[in-house]
């Protein structure tokens, strides 16, 4: 829970005054009685205890619910809000969805949290709540206060979620449910930009690049003012070059530097069911050299080791089978900070030579610890300004220009440093800075990157879209992890979205075994969140807010020599559940 407990209360310099100050929730203190006003799991309304009044709210805690109840009311742009609510119980929170939050671990009596919080350049909407957590006894909440002006009276409502009609190489089409209320026209918005204004509930946007990405959401308007944004939908061009994987795909990292206690496997022993297999790990010289190395494990740790000839021929053979192989950079022990210009020309020059000395398809990126942060005040994940962000998106765009469309593509972010991301952002202030690092490269790199696989083990809870909290080891947590690539998701408070990913950019990764890392999950658990994923079937409470995903690219595991350890079960049981894929 090291991430839950993250309290953010510095504000950012030259904010807006509120023009007012009213409590612009409903019914913020339940004194109608009812829920009204609130969206609620496990809430119910009592008359005992209360702080004011005759009623107040009551969170019906349980082992899997943590009884969040939320309310969305409209706001202005640009706009500085005060949220405050008295609280009892063990381990409440309150906060802003997508934005900050604080919370108490005990008060035995109601005690006030309070917050506050920025309204984005374009923000129209917002969503507070308060919850519990797991297990833990009932709590209770009373006279809830947003102070701050309200949206505009009059405007039209929001429109329902696009969908995209159809895609060309250099077109979207999409189509909307209609606002209520009166409406003079719709705007379509890519990000805080608005790139088509139309009078119906359909739009053509064109002009665009091949095989790329973006993301829409419309908001309706009158003579009185603009309404809401609808939620996003992310559509994507046609005209993607093939890399030559398969539609549905298992990946591997391959201990070929060091046994990991698990043995040695060689090159030409690993099984034809892996279509992936990233080298584990070129590792740099010194944490900002930007100069990496790639050592074949030595014969005194891998006694079985096989020569740099066999090895290369045995990658040769892997490629003529149509495998791909790649050097993954980084891992536990392998920090790399491009913190210099000449640190990333290092990490391009050196990087190629792996390449071209082993004749490999490509790149893995699996940068942990503290190779990736923000520095305070970089906020957009669009246009990012810390330098080990900057030089490393360079050297990747340099590296696939330099190989061509085949190149291959893959990162293996941990979720601290994607998913987290949707309430902690590193660059904001407050916290980690390292939360959410990974999303501007991600975002660079999202026409050329082949394969996204975060890393679903090792991973405290971590909230998904539906504003609950996901535990690892479970179906439930590959399928809500995966939803926030697809669908995409407001990034923290800093007023901006990432968009979701393309389904043949997406895949999640799991430890081979218990002794691999921490969340193994058991087989049937897997092929339930396949099932989820990609048929829309089998998702038990969750629904699927980027909807399912036909061409979900495969699985990633740590490793194959942990799975040759344990008698190939996690190859033997997904790559055929894989392959039978739809």
């Not at 919850?131 to 947003?146: T, V």
Request: with cysteine; proline share 5%.
């Amino acid at each position: 829970m090291r991430w839950l407990a993250v309290v953010f209360g510095v504000l950012l310099a030259g904010i807006t005054v509120p023009a007012q100050a009213a409590n612009i929730l409903t019914n913020p203190g339940f004194e109608s009685g009812s829920l009204s006003g609130w969206s609620c799991s496990g809430g119910s309304v009592v008359t005992t205890p209360v702080r004011t009044g005759g009623y107040a709210l009551n969170g019906g805690v349980t082992s899997s619910d943590f009884a969040q109840c939320s309310q969305t009311v409209s706001v202005q742009p640009s706009t500085s809000y005060t949220l405050s609510a008295w609280v009892r119980g063990t381990y409440v929170y309150l906060g802003v969805t997508g934005g900050t939050s604080t919370w108490t671990p005990s008060a035995a009596n109601f005690s006030q949290l309070s917050l506050s919080f920025t309204t984005g350049a374009s923000q129209t909407s917002a969503q507070i709540y308060v919850h519990g957590w797991y297990g833990q006894p009932a709590y209770q909440a009373d006279d809830f206060s947003l102070d701050g002006p309200g949206g505009t009276p009059g405007a039209p409502s929001a429109p329902g979620t696009p969908t995209v009609t159809g895609t060309t190489n250099s077109a979207i089409s999409l189509s909307w449910p209609a606002a209520t209320g009166t409406v003079t026209g719709y705007r379509v918005y890519e990000g805080a930009s608005v790139v088509q204004t139309v009078t119906g509930t359909t739009a053509t946007v064109s002009g665009l690049v091949a095989c790329s990405s973006h993301t829409y959401s419309v908001a309706a308007y009158n003579s009185v003012g603009e309404s809401a944004k609808s939620a996003a939908t992310t559509g994507t061009t046609g005209g993607c070059t093939s890399t030559g994987l398969p539609k549905h795909a298992l990946i591997g990292y391959l201990h070929a530097s060091f046994a990991n206690g698990s043995g040695y496997v060689r090159m030409a022993d690993v099984p034809a069911e892996w279509n992936i297999i990233n080298l584990a790990f070129g590792e740099p010289t010194s944490v900002t050299s930007g100069d990496i190395r790639f050592n074949r494990c030595p014969a005194t740790e891998c006694p079985n080791v096989e020569s740099d000839a066999d090895f290369s021929a045995a990658i040769r053979a892997k490629q003529a089978a149509g495998k791909k192989v790649l050097i993954s950079i980084g891992g536990a022990n392998g920090q790399v900070q491009l913190t210099t210009t000449a640190a990333r020309d290092a990490f391009v020059s050196s990087v190629s030579a792996i390449i071209d000395r082993y004749g490999l398809d490509g790149l893995d990126i699996d940068f942990e610890g503290h190779s990736l942060y923000l520095n305070a005040g970089d906020t957009d994940f669009r246009n990012p300004t810390t330098p080990v962000i900057v030089n490393l998106i360079s050297a990747l765009k340099t590296l696939k220009a330099k190989y061509g469309a085949k190149f291959v593509l893959t990162m293996a972010p941990e979720t601290f440093f994607v998913q987290v991301g949707y309430q902690f952002y590193g660059g904001a202030g407050g916290g980690d800075n390292r939360t959410g690092s990974y999303l501007p490269v991600i975002h660079a790199m999202r026409d050329a990157l082949s394969v996204l696989h975060v890393q679903d083990y090792n991973s405290g809870p971590v909230m998904g879209l539906d504003n609950q909290y996901h535990t690892m080891g479970g179906a439930d947590f590959h399928i809500a992890m995966t939803d926030m690539v697809k669908a995409g998701f407001p990034v923290a408070n800093t007023g901006q979205t990432f968009p979701g990913l393309r389904d043949d950019q997406i895949g999640f990764g799991l430890p081979a075994a218990v002794s691999a890392g921490n969340g193994y999950t058991a087989p049937a658990a897997v092929h339930q969140a396949l099932d989820c994923l990609v048929e829309g079937q089998n998702c038990g409470g969750y629904t699927l807010r980027g909807g399912t995903s036909s061409a979900f690219r495969g699985l990633m595991t740590w490793s194959i020599n942990w799975d040759r350890y344990y008698n190939w079960e996690f190859q033997n049981s997904h790559a055929p559940y894989l392959a039978a894929l739809p």
